[in-house]
Structure formats: structure tokens, C-alpha cells
């Protein structure tokens, strides 16, 4: 498509990725593009599964909880899409925080003529589809996906607490970084004064809240 816009790739967990597909797709109107978005918790699951099979002009991907507001793959796709074009995510939790924020982003998307389609739960909303009808049946399908979320994370929870009834059994959450690179995380901060903490947080994968814990700073 003549004048699309690109975008940069470093490579490098826990940033956004961008990765081009085949420049033409199967069914495709000429109109627009088919940009996915994959969001996975850590850098060590697999995103390719989430939307493994779809054919997509791009893809774009965070390496972040659900629940972080810290998502430069998808304020990269946001910026990206144009009138014309669909959005594919795997399931609304992957693209929204909670339900508000799935209307929100859902609603900005559609009011710009992008249209959003939901792989796991089979739901395409248009500009055009902007009914109270499927207004309903997107705050019920993203109030279940918010109320599958909290049943996991209870779950988690009494898991844990009956893990830690035998010792044992139960370690904890695994570090973010082993010994060998939180000592070179702390040698760099200390190289770079403090400075570009930002920049180091996404270089070794780990938020900058999980930086500043091991740098012991809060600042």
C-alpha cells in the first residue's frame, strides 16, 4: 500500500515487536490491512500461538501483564491502524486491562473506521455494526473475559496458600533475573549513573519497578 507507515523493531523483551507478514493476504480487501496484536506475560511463553494460522499483514506484541499500563506494542498498533483496516487479537483479555478499557479502546477504533475482531470469542465490531445490540453483547463477552481473569487469579491464590502449608512443595515466584544478571544489572546502572533506567528495564526483560528492586531505589 503506497505511504504505509513501518515500524522500528529492536528485538528485545519486553518491548513492542513489529513483524511484517507477506506483503499481499489471502481475501484481503485492497482497502485495508489485517494487523494482529499479541500480548503474553513473559518474554519466555510463546506469542506465535495466540493467532498461529491467521494470515496478517503485521503483528504487534507486548510482554506484559494484563494489568500493566506500560504497552508500547499496542500504542504502537493503535497508532498504526488506519481507516479501512482490522485489528486481530486472540481474546478481548489480551487487548484490554478490564472492561472499561476494552470499550474504550473498541469504540476508538471503530469510531476511526477500523474494524476489531476476537479470535477466541468469534465477535468482529464495525463502525458500521455500532448497534445497541452490539454494544450489549460486547459488555457481556468482555464482563465474562473480566470475570474468567478474577477466577484464575482466586484460584492462584488458594493454590498458593495450600502450597504453603508444606514447605517443601512450595518456592515462591521464580526471579525475574539469576544472581550473575541482577550483578550486571546493578554495574550498569551504576556505569550510566542512574540514567537510561527506561532503556536498561526493556534490555534485560523486566519491568522498571522489578529494576528499581534490584538497584534498591525507589526513585
Known amino acids: 500500500m503506497t505511504g504505509r507507515r513501518t515500524q522500528a523493531n529492536n528485538g528485545k523483551a519486553g518491548t513492542a515487536q513489529v513483524h511484517p507478514a507477506p506483503a499481499s493476504v489471502a481475501g484481503q480487501p485492497a482497502a485495508g490491512q489485517r494487523v494482529g496484536y499479541v500480548r503474553v506475560s513473559s518474554a519466555d511463553q510463546n506469542p506465535a500461538r495466540q493467532l498461529d ?3 496478517l499483514h503485521r503483528v504487534f506484541k507486548d510482554f506484559c501483564t494484563g494489568s500493566t499500563t506500560d504497552r508500547p506494542g499496542l500504542a504502537a498498533v493503535l497508532a498504526y491502524l ?51 445490540m452490539a454494544n450489549l453483547m460486547l459488555s ?42 541482577a550483578a550486571e544489572l546493578r554495574s ?32
Open 188 to 219: 550498569k546502572d551504576a556505569a550510566q549513573g542512574g540514567k537510561g533506567r527506561a532503556a536498561l528495564a526493556r534490555e534485560f526483560g523486566i519491568s522498571r519497578q522489578t529494576l528499581y528492586h534490584y538497584i534498591g531505589s525507589d526513585s
Open 82 to 132: 488506519r481507516e479501512g483496516d482490522c485489528l486481530v487479537v486472540h481474546s478481548m483479555d489480551r487487548l484490554a486491562r478490564n472492561l472499561d478499557d476494552l470499550r474504550r479502546i473498541v469504540r476508538e477504533l471503530t469510531g476511526r473506521g477500523v474494524s476489531v475482531e476476537f479470535v477466541k470469542e468469534g465477535q468482529t465490531f464495525t463502525a458500521d455494526g455500532a448497534s445497541p
Open 140 to 181: 457481556l463477552l468482555g464482563a465474562f473475559a473480566e470475570f474468567e481473569r478474577a477466577l484464575i487469579r482466586e484460584r492462584q491464590r488458594e493454590g498458593i496458600a495450600i502450597a504453603r502449608q508444606d514447605p517443601t512443595k512450595y518456592r515462591g515466584r521464580a526471579p525475574a533475573l539469576s544472581p550473575e544478571r
Open 53 to 55: 494460522g491467521i494470515q
